[in-house]
């Protein structure tokens, strides 16, 4: 059983920036993709990155692409969502998550992915 808890969120201007984290435990971290999703007030939840098991490939939903940047720490059993240029429709409650599919099959597939963290709230005022 892997256990995820997001932290990092808050309350930020538009035009800045936020550094989201991802603790994992209870599993071997380097055997999963980590997706990042997200979920505004009475929306779905959308797909925001995903990363390979060892960070090689990244993929982005076009909302974020060229201001969010999803790494990862194997060894720190840890994955991370840098938010740069934050627009408020960015506001939303920010989850991560592990699967154990391949990144480029997991994607943004929430049934592909098998663990979810409880999200860190996020919110853009203009």
């Known amino acids: 059983q892997v256990q995820l808890v997001e932290s990092g969120g808050g309350l930020v201007q538009a035009g800045g920036s936020l550094r989201l984290s991802c603790a994992a435990s209870g599993g071997t971290f380097s055997r999963y993709a980590m997706g990042w999703f997200r979920q505004a007030p009475g929306k779905e939840r959308d797909f925001v990155a995903v990363?390979?098991?060892?960070?090689?490939?990244?993929t982005y939903a076009d909302s974020v692409k060229g201001r969010f940047t999803i790494s990862r720490d194997n060894a720190k059993n840890t994955v991370y969502l840098q938010m740069n240029t934050l627009k408020p429709e960015d506001t939303a409650l920010y989850y991560c998550?592990?699967?154990?599919?391949?990144?480029?099959?997991?994607?943004?597939?929430?049934?592909?992915?098998?663990?979810w963290g409880q999200g860190t709230q996020v919110t853009v005022s203009s």
């Open positions: 998550a592990s699967s154990s599919l391949p990144a480029s099959q997991a994607m943004g597939n929430i049934p592909m992915y098998q663990y």
């Open positions: 990363i390979s098991r060892y960070g090689v490939t990244t």
